[in-house]
């Protein structure tokens, strides 16, 4: 008796799949938005006067990066009501993808930074412009303009370790497809066709990122 | 009104970890002065000018910008910054930003000049630069000749008192050094005070109030451009010209 491929289950479940994918994207954008708030302000305290705020950023980065994301959402998910912070399961899933990509962001816009020639930020001084202001219109921009590739490979990354999510039952499209899997035990044929609703995902989210290449960094250099 | 001293150094003393780049520099600069900065390199006459504007913090001595005293309060650098322009060798353009909001930024975020103001004084400048009719495009897309010239505009705009230039053509093909120049003497005949590191011998001798020679962080000789040139007092100033002046 061999197994017998049947994908009309597929087909029928396509509209729960679909509404997988979107709560895939919205849980994807919301942690980018954020990640990308902790990755600028990240890399801004990471060159504070304050060394508490330095240290606090580097041992920030340190611990995200160096344990695993299934491990951190679950602490974000039971920790957080012991201190009596009871979050729904999508907003511990944006918290944590948000967290993590934060992480990682730093690092990448830090690199971005660096590669700033110094005579950018003494030309904004000698302007009078602050340290701060610096760093907002001269500095910021082209350093994200640098980095761009690695920053939204970072960010498909993301958008694909929210499958991990599904841990926390947060609703997106690997706990949508492991629900249909347990109702029909159509494991094979469930699973291959949201690798493809991935991968359409992503490309999708390329496109947005060459989207917003083009309107913002598209200044020409020499 | 004439006599009114902008700039004054007294004693000034700048160390790079155990490398002294100035020593014991006194220099005294009044309102409408030219004054040129020459040297081999290494002999701290950039330095000199980026105390100026604190762009290099010193160790000892004094440096008093238009009457305020330049310490480490940000007070106190603030103040003189609005006071000091800067051109650099590598112009120092914002890539992202067109011509206009290079010379626009500055004046909306630290004079919080409105913006219709802003861009009606960046135009002003631009036009005075020659290169009014490039306002909206990048620097990308500009010449080495242009790109200074507007960095020249942008450092105007925000209204200085004095104009420091940092050998503000040593980076440009030769064929783009006269307009920058140009520039620059069309400046100093409006009575803007500079200082200018140059090795631009011509220019200083067309322009220059006074010339300044500097060796090891120290000001060897100053004088007036013709007794300057024509019989240097030390030894290490003769030297000097002669290996610059050989291949002009």
């Given at each position: 008796?061999?197994?017998?491929?049947?994908?009309?289950?597929v087909?029928?479940?396509?509209?729960?799949?679909?509404w997988?994918?979107?709560?895939t994207?919205?849980?994807?954008l919301?942690?980018?938005?954020?990640?990308m708030?902790i990755?600028?302000?990240?890399?801004?305290?990471?060159?504070?006067?304050?060394?508490?705020?330095r240290?606090?950023?580097?041992?920030?980065?340190e611990?995200?990066r160096?344990?695993?994301?299934?491990?951190q959402i679950?602490?974000?998910?039971?920790?957080?009501?012991?201190i009596?912070?009871?979050?729904?399961?999508?907003?511990?899933?944006?918290?944590?993808l948000?967290?993590?990509?934060g992480a990682y962001?730093i690092?990448?816009?830090?690199?971005?930074?660096?590669s700033?020639?110094?005579?950018?930020?003494?030309?904004?001084?000698?302007?009078?412009?602050?340290?701060?202001?610096?760093?907002r219109?001269?500095?910021?921009k082209?350093?994200?303009?640098?980095?761009?590739p690695?920053?939204t490979?970072?960010?498909?990354?993301?958008?694909?370790?929210?499958?991990i999510?599904?841990a926390?039952?947060?609703?997106?499209?690997?706990?949508v497809?492991?629900?249909?899997?347990?109702?029909?035990?159509?494991?094979?044929e469930?699973?291959?066709?949201?690798?493809?609703?991935?991968?359409?995902?992503?490309?999708?989210l390329?496109?947005?990122?060459?989207?917003?290449?083009?309107?913002f960094?598209?200044?020409?250099?020499? | 009104?004439?006599?009114q001293?902008?700039?004054?150094?007294?004693?000034?003393q700048?160390?790079?970890?155990?490398?002294?780049?100035?020593?014991?520099?006194?220099?005294?600069?009044?309102?409408g002065?030219?004054?040129v900065?020459?040297?081999?390199?290494?002999?701290?006459?950039?330095?000199?000018?980026?105390?100026?504007?604190r762009?290099?913090?010193?160790?000892?001595?004094?440096i008093?910008?238009?009457?305020?005293r330049l310490?480490?309060?940000?007070?106190?650098?603030?103040?003189v910054?609005q006071?000091?322009?800067?051109?650099?060798?590598?112009?120092?353009?914002?890539?992202h930003?067109?011509v206009?909001?290079?010379?626009?930024l500055?004046?909306?975020r630290?004079?919080?000049?409105?913006?219709?103001?802003?861009?009606?004084?960046?135009?002003?400048?631009?036009e005075?630069?020659?290169i009014?009719?490039?306002?909206e495009?990048?620097?990308?897309?500009l010449?080495?000749?242009?790109?200074?010239r507007?960095?020249?505009?942008?450092a105007?705009?925000?209204?200085?008192?004095?104009?420091?230039?940092?050998e503000p053509?040593?980076?440009?093909d030769?064929?783009?050094v006269?307009?920058?120049?140009?520039?620059?003497?069309?400046?100093?005949?409006?009575?803007?005070?500079?200082?200018?590191?140059?090795?631009e011998?011509?220019?200083?001798?067309?322009?220059?109030?006074?010339?300044?020679?500097?060796?090891?962080?120290?000001?060897?000789?100053?004088?007036?451009?013709?007794?300057?040139?024509?019989n240097?007092k030390?030894?290490?100033?003769?030297?000097?010209l002669?290996?610059?002046?050989?291949?002009?």
């Open positions: 008796m061999g197994y017998t491929l049947d994908f009309s289950v087909w029928h479940a396509m509209p729960t799949l679909l997988g994918c979107v709560g994207l919205a849980l994807a919301a942690g980018m938005t954020l990640a708030m990755g600028v302000a990240g890399v801004a305290a990471r060159d504070a006067k304050a060394a508490w705020l240290a606090f950023v580097i041992g920030f980065v611990i995200v160096n344990t695993p994301f299934l491990v679950f602490f974000l998910f039971f920790a957080l009501p012991l009596g912070l009871k979050l729904n399961p999508t907003a511990t899933a944006i918290i944590a948000g967290v993590n990509g962001a690092e990448i816009i830090r690199g971005g930074v660096q700033i020639h110094k005579g950018q930020v003494e030309a904004g001084y000698a302007l009078g412009l602050h340290k701060g202001q610096v760093f219109f001269i500095v910021l082209p350093a994200l303009r640098a980095i761009y690695s920053l490979g970072q960010f498909i990354m993301l958008t694909l370790t929210s499958s999510c599904s926390v039952s947060a609703y997106e499209l690997t706990s497809a492991q629900r249909i899997e347990s109702d029909t035990f159509r494991s094979f469930v699973y291959f066709s949201v690798t493809f609703l991935y991968l359409g995902i992503s490309w999708l390329m496109l947005g990122f060459a989207a917003i290449s083009h309107r960094f598209s200044y020409p250099t020499r | 009104m004439q006599d001293i902008l700039i004054e150094m007294k004693g000034v700048k160390w790079y970890g155990g490398y002294q780049a100035l020593r014991n520099v006194d220099l005294t600069v009044r309102k002065e030219k004054i900065v020459c040297g081999p390199s290494g002999s701290g006459k950039s330095t000199l000018i980026r105390c100026i504007n762009l290099e913090a010193i160790q000892q001595g004094s008093v910008v238009n009457g305020h310490d480490d309060s940000i007070k106190a650098i603030d103040v910054r006071d000091v322009g800067m051109v650099f060798q590598s112009f120092n353009l914002f890539p930003m067109t206009l909001q290079n010379c626009t500055a004046p909306i630290a004079r919080r000049v409105s913006k219709t103001e802003a861009e009606a004084i960046a135009r002003k400048y631009l005075r630069v020659r009014g009719d490039q306002a495009k990048y620097p990308a897309q010449s080495g000749g242009q790109q200074q507007v960095a020249i505009a942008r105007l705009c925000m209204q200085p008192k004095v104009m420091l230039f940092d053509t040593s980076a440009l030769p064929e783009m006269k307009e920058v120049l140009d520039t620059m003497i069309g400046l100093a005949n409006d009575g803007m005070t500079m200082i200018c590191v140059t090795h011998m011509g220019f200083a001798r067309q322009v220059a109030d006074r010339v300044i020679f500097m060796a090891e962080g120290q000001i060897i000789e100053e004088g007036a451009p013709d007794a300057f040139f024509r240097p030390h030894a290490r100033t003769r030297q000097f002669g290996e610059i002046l050989a291949h002009h």
